[in-house]
């Protein structure tokens, strides 16, 4: 439920990034030549930034995508380890891909990436532990 989500996030990104692309692009070869040579260049340089910043969005977009694909929510562990879901004391936790909060079924859940402060803290830890993390004890309460 909560890796179907998380594609779903993903997903979105990537389609966003594709048509704000694809706008830009169409931005660029609507650009007509004018008396103001100048203005035209602006223009076409200025939509081609663009269509460049989309396209660095759609490769993370993409990257995430292969992050999640390795990841098998249906291995059950003890340990928290990437696909865990971590019920904790200051709330609970996917182990995947950093896409922030999500709301299934009335919970909120925070997806965040094995790499994230959070995740590294709490990796390897089982249900009963604590740890420290800002400053706080955060105990684990179960492990999915």
């Not at 909560?2 to 169409?26: D, P, Y």
């Not at 602006?42 to 993370?60: D, F, H, I, K």
């Not at 990436?113 to 309460?141: C, D, H, R, Y």
Request: neutral net charge.
């Amino acid at each position: 439920m909560l890796h179907a989500a998380c594609a779903a996030f993903v997903t979105q990104r990537i389609e966003a990034a594709q048509a704000a692309m694809l706008t830009a692009q169409e931005s660029a070869n609507s650009e007509t030549k004018s008396s103001a040579g100048d203005k035209y260049e602006t223009g076409r340089a200025m939509a081609q930034e663009e269509r460049n910043r989309n396209a660095v969005q759609l490769q993370q977009a993409l990257q995430l995508q292969g992050e999640l694909a390795r990841i098998n929510p249906e291995t059950a562990s003890d340990a928290v380890r990437p696909g865990a879901l971590v019920h904790t004391t200051m709330g609970r936790f996917y182990i995947s891909i950093s896409a922030g909060k999500l709301t299934l079924d009335g919970q909120d859940y925070f997806a965040v990436s094995a790499a994230a402060p959070v995740a590294a803290v709490l990796t390897g830890k089982q249900a009963g532990e604590e740890v420290m993390f800002n400053g706080k004890k955060v105990q684990i309460q179960r492990v999915e």
